[in-house]
């Protein structure tokens, strides 16, 4: 459901982001509840995911439905109570994110092209060097730290 990822900057848009996700997080765990009671299955055996998939592959249907409901929920809740987690004894998954966040700006063009410019750069740079060590003199130009593009 992407809660892990909050895209508002302000607090009051937070708040009604968190809050729109603890209603769908909500919504489907009554679907699950609702398709265990009508199919006679235990709630904690339902899988989260494939509840959150069924009632995503459904959702248009039901938009397109004007007034009748019943018979696609009825499809929904079947399905739920049909995908079911298999047995997982001593389940226990470390607090670790997988993602790493990335120091480095993404790759948007060829990088071909971005090793010619920094070359480009690298060389203006060095021609710079050169021209301040002409009017400032080499001693201090020395003393100066080397100009990088990084």
């Given at each position: ?10 607090p ?5 982001e ?18 265990a ?12 995911t494939?509840?959150l998939?069924?009632i ?40 670790q ?45 020395h ?8």
């Amino acid at each position: 459901m992407t809660m892990d990822d909050l895209r508002c900057q302000t607090p009051a848009m937070v708040r009604q982001e968190i809050h729109c996700h603890l209603i769908g997080y909500n919504i489907v765990r009554a679907a699950m509840i609702a398709s265990a009671l009508k199919f006679q299955c235990c709630p904690t055996k339902l899988s989260f995911t494939g509840a959150l998939q069924a009632i995503d592959q459904f959702a248009a249907s039901l938009r397109r439905r004007s007034g009748r409901y019943l018979e696609p929920w009825e499809c929904v809740l079947q399905t739920i109570s049909e995908l079911t987690v298999g047995n997982r004894p001593n389940r226990k998954e470390p607090r670790q994110i997988k993602r790493r966040p990335k120091p480095y700006k993404l790759l948007q063009s060829a990088r071909k092209s971005i090793k010619t410019r920094e070359a480009a750069m690298r060389k203006r740079l060095s021609s710079c060097r050169s021209v301040l060590a002409s009017f400032v003199g080499k001693a201090i130009c020395h003393a100066l730290p080397r100009l990088s593009v990084w």
